[in-house]
């Protein structure tokens, strides 16, 4: 049956859960996206005793005890060219899963990230138009396979998605369908607002440590860190896209993996990937030294077990990093740009049979040196290897539960959807440094 949002219509087969558990059929009136009219009462769809599946795709009459109701249109932002700014719909469809290991998300807080402007405004990572945008949100569970997943309708969770050429996976929606290896649950102290902040800077995070530099993460009470560098040798070849096989299986060997007490340089440490970065290098056993403009940031910085490098003079923070080293810096993030990235190679060494390794999250240098080995982070890893996506969200669930992890600073954005786009434009001057920008919907 298909249901037009503006338009009510009465389905003659649905069904409502009484609160003993048995059922009864009522006709109910659809109107705009979710609003419901139950002999002509308004019904509140937040209801978990009241209400129904109904994808909108069929209507089989079927009483979800979960309550989870899918509508057949939601609210969206749609991009429709570049250089544009994105539009709000009503009219958008709500996607649906279509394997055993996808969930159906109802979004409730929306992460923004530089990606989500910069995409735009520079034409790069929209593989169509019109195009649906966002990576990071949390949200609750409603449309989940038991046979599958350990997760459940109804549970909150937060969810990287990297995925950004399935548009059903995209944050700027009021629902979203998500990989099960790629949400994690998240702890009662910890709100919505505050997972959405958290997914994708994690992912890059653990894998530029884990698979480019081979740090395998540190253990968390009785659950063991996962071992990238490990884990993708042990999964089929064909399983890893061409386009990162050779970062994922053969960047670094495994002598040249970093041993405890290793130096690791986070150039630009001011970002939320550098907050994870430099926890996970320490919690690991290396020695953090963060490249930041500290007259912004040095006081949020100081106390947190890294040596603070001002950013402003870039020769001199190179000569501080070889003095404060030894001259033996063999492992470096830059989290900047191509500028940085070729500073933060200079300060670096290598000997006759371990290379020096340089990540770089943004860019790496045109001109390279030799006996540095530079490393793009494989992000499609996380959701194209179910293992590798379903080890890290794992570890970080039971960080959250166990507080382990210092978290981002959030500020909220009104609005909802509608307010995206005064966000991303606060992010394009330059105004949002040091913290992650939440938009609830």
Known sequence: MTVAPTQPCVSPNAVLLQPDGSTRKLPFLLKGEEQFLVNGLQADPEDERAFYSHDGRHDSGYCSPRGSWLPQYQQALILHGLRQPYKWTNVHPVPAALRPDELVVKIKAVGLNPID????????????????????????????????????????????????????????????????????????????????????????????????????????????????????????????????????????????????????????????SALFLSQLARMAGLRVILVVDTAKHGARLTGKGCILIDSQNASRAVEIIRGVTGNSLRYGVDTVGRDTATHLASCMVSGAKRRAHLVGLAAVPKQQIDGVQYHAVPVKVFHEVPEVGRSLMDWLGKALELNSLALPSVTLVDGGLGGINAALDEMRKGLVSGRRLVVPI
Not at 125 to 133: D, K, Q, R, S, T
Not at 169 to 192: C, D, G, I
């Open 117 to 272: 402007w910069k995409s735009v405004d520079y034409g790069f990572g929209i593989p169509e138009l019109p195009y649906v945008a966002g990576r990071d949100f949390a949200g609750v569970v409603v449309q989940a396979s038991k046979t599958v997943s350990d997760i459940r309708e109804g549970d909150v969770v937060l969810c990287a998605s990297t995925d950004y050429r399935d548009l059903r996976k995209a944050a700027y929606q009021q629902y979203a369908v998500a990989l099960e290896h790629s949400v994690t649950r998240l702890a009662s102290h910890v709100a919505p607002e505050q997972g959405a902040a958290l997914g994708v800077a994690y992912v890059a995070a653990t894998l530029a440590l884990g698979i480019c530099l081979g740090l395998r993460l540190p253990d968390l009470s009785a659950l063991r860190g996962p071992d990238l560098y490990h884990l993708v040798r042990r999964v089929s070849p064909s399983q890893l896209p061409e386009d990162i096989r050779t970062e994922c299986l053969s960047s670094i060997e495994e002598h040249e993996r970093p041993e405890h007490g290793d130096w690791v340089v986070i150039w630009g440490g001011s970002s939320t």
